[in-house]
Structure formats: C-alpha cells, structure tokens
C-alpha cells in the first residue's frame, strides 16, 4: 500500500474549525502526514480575525501550524502555479499556488472549495 499524506486546504481547515467536519478529524488523528501551505495560513488568518479580531486569528494560526506541517511557496511552485489555464482551474491566486503546492510534493489536497472539484490528486468534501 502507497503511503497518503495531505494537503489541507483553507476550506478544510474553517470547516474543521467551524463544524468539525468528520473526515477532516479523520485525516488530523490519522498516522499520516498532514501539510499546510503558507498560503492558507494568510488566507486563515484573514477571515479568523474578521470574525473575532487579531488574537482570533493569530489563535486559529497557531492551531494550523501545531497541527500540520507548513509548506512555503517555492520559485517551482510559483511557477506551476502560473501554467494553470484560466479556463480548465477558475481559482484565483492562492488557489493555484495551494493546488501547485499540492502537486510539486504529491500531497492528496483535501477541500470542499468548488474549483478543485473533479481534478485529480483531490479529495473533495463539499457539495456534490
């Protein structure tokens, strides 16, 4: 059997953080590695302290970070990044940077975020 480990992304992790989602509890008490892009850091922190102010977001930081293994963005992943067609992947900035992310280290990316659905090398958890 092929070893798995993951790549949460923001929407995985604001629906662990959120709702508890099951399958993302699943994966965090698993034996398997777990990874975060720098990317969802940002993007975590944002909405966080929107909601409940700088220490909010620093506190759901922090809790990714001890969490997970956190993935810087490379110039290779920059790169791969910016070769994603507009018309066959519709996510922006981050979303590229974090799927790019996902494939330059052979991560199953977890999400629910409807501009991953049906790419491979994705676990999808949202909305069928």
Known sequence: MIPIAYLLDTWAWIDHLKNNNPAVSL???GNEPVF??????????????????REQGERAVRFISEGSRILPV??????????YEKKKFAGGIADRLIRA?????NLLL???????KGLAGVQYLGKK
């Open 110 to 116: 977890v999400t629910g975020d409807q501009h991953f």
């Open 36 to 53: 975060t892009s720098v990317v969802t850091l940002t993007e975590i922190f944002i909405l966080s302290q929107r909601g409940g102010g």
């Open 27 to 29: 994966i965090l008490r």
């Open 74 to 83: 490379t110039p290779e992943i920059a790169i791969r990044a910016g070769t």
């Open 101 to 105: 992310t996902s494939e330059n280290n």
